[in-house]
């Protein structure tokens, strides 16, 4: 693959090389304006379009859309003498093209989804896929890979808080998927002048999600401080720390845990998580347990347990497993809490960080809003904030409670 990219002259970026180097079937690139999607995207997919009678599509908006795309694999392959054959739609109608390897590929638009319709397909290429119709992707789109487990790549710039957002929230949890954003300033080639002259110029959230690559509407999150780049890393105990947990209780719903420790500078770490469905409080005993143990850094100390106060039962069944588990109290502003957290400090570092496998916290993080409700108190919707109320009662625990603690050393 890399020749074939040495012979076009294509060097890519470090996102760019990020992006390729992601070995799911299916991924979704969400970039700034201009970082290189449409490069990428299309050369990531040469493999694909070289192989022997492989059926490749690319699908946009529009056929406008398609174009720079479609012209990035045609000049690939027309470098390589691989094209048999091909014929132009231009902007207004379907260009295609036949490999000497018996392959064919396809520049369509989303705009005509009857044309859509009937083939199976071993890639497809989707892109500015923030402007697709939901519908053309789930009932037209994906249902074509099926049968060859074609490989997907969706390349977009995020465009409010639409169906992109959410599937880029739901495919955080799937083994198949892989999802990278970055910023048009990843682009090296982009002069910065031209950013700071666009940042000028533009609403904050306009600028943040053209240019930043990042799903705004920040104005309906809970937690709008959260920021993957700034939040997120990949996190260990500190050796002699205490080590806290929050746990939401689910009845019906999930019940989630997380583990929380200080470090030497006082920040939050969020450690690790348990998000289990229809587990008795026996199994979540046994598993907090193992976890503890999992976690602990020499010198480490096991902390309370701060849990849901609707769990009084479950909290005297912890209690009797040896957890210094107690209620949490949810009168003191938990969210507040968090979001001061959350804030850069004088070091530019903030005061909580979450480990990069906390994969269905940092899923809520993004997707938590208010509810648009008539009533005069301002509350979150509910659903998706069984960790992130898990980690309001450890925060706000730890954070009114006196530091230390005394409990069975860990290891
Ligand atoms: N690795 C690279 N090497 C050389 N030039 C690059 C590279 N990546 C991107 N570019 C250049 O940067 C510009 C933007 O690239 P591209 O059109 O792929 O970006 P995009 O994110 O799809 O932009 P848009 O948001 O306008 O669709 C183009 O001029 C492209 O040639
Ligand atoms: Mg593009």
Not at 92 to 98: F, P, Q, T, W
Not at 253 to 268: G, V
Not at 330 to 357: E, F, K, S
């Amino acid at each position: 693959m890399n020749d074939l990219w040495r012979n076009l002259g294509y060097e890519p970026h470090a996102g760019q090389h990020e992006f390729h180097a992601a070995d799911r079937r299916f991924k979704l690139l969400i970039a700034g304006a201009r970082f290189g999607k449409s490069m990428a995207s299309a050369l990531e997919m040469l493999p694909e379009a070289t192989a022997m009678r492989a059926r490749g599509w690319i699908v946009a908006p529009s056929y406008a859309l398609a174009r720079p795309e479609y012209r990035y694999l045609r000049d690939a392959l027309a470098l390589g003498g691989l094209i048999l054959g091909q014929a132009e739609g231009g902007r207004d109608g379907a260009s295609r093209l036949h490999t000497r390897a018996g392959g064919e590929l396809w520049a369509l638009s989303a705009g005509r989804p009857e044309g859509l319709l009937g083939e199976e397909l071993d890639w497809l290429l989707l892109c500015e896929a923030a402007h697709l119709d939901r519908q053309v992707f789930e009932r037209y789109l994906r249902p074509r890979l099926g049968t060859r487990l074609g490989r997907l790549v969706a390349a977009t710039t995020p465009r409010g808080s639409n169906w992109m957002h959410e599937l880029f929230l739901r495919v955080a949890e799937l083994g198949d998927w892989q999802r990278l954003r970055f910023a048009t300033w990843d682009n090296p080639r982009i002069e910065r002048q031209e950013i700071d002259s666009a940042r000028q110029l533009l609403p904050p959230e306009v600028f943040d999600e053209q240019y930043g690559g990042e799903f705004t509407a920040r104005a309906g999150r809970v937690y709008p401080e959260f920021n993957p780049a700034l939040h997120v890393a990949t996190l260990a105990a500190p050796p002699g720390s205490v080590i806290d947990r929050g746990i939401d209780f689910g009845f019906t719903s999930p019940t989630a845990c997380l583990w929380l420790a200080r470090d030497a500078q006082d920040r939050l770490l969020v450690l690790a998580e348990l998000y289990r469905h229809g587990q008795v409080i026996e199994e979540l005993a046994h598993e907090i347990a193992a976890i503890d143990t999992a976690l602990a850094a020499p010198g480490c100390v096991a902390g309370r347990a701060y849990c849901d106060p609707a769990g009084a039962i479950q909290i005297a069944s912890l209690r009797r497993h040896m957890l210094d588990a107690v209620a949490a109290d949810n009168r003191l502003g938990g969210i507040d809490l968090v979001r001061a957290a959350l804030r850069p400090r004088a070091d530019g570092r903030p005061g909580l960080m979450v480990d990069r496998r906390c994969v269905n916290l940092l899923r809520e993080f993004e997707g938590y809003r208010w509810a648009q409700s008539a009533g005069d108190a301002a509350r979150p919707e509910k659903g998706n904030d069984h960790c992130l109320d898990a980690l309001r009662y450890a925060v706000a625990g730890m954070t009114v409670t006196v530091g230390w603690q005394q409990g069975p050393r860990l290891c």
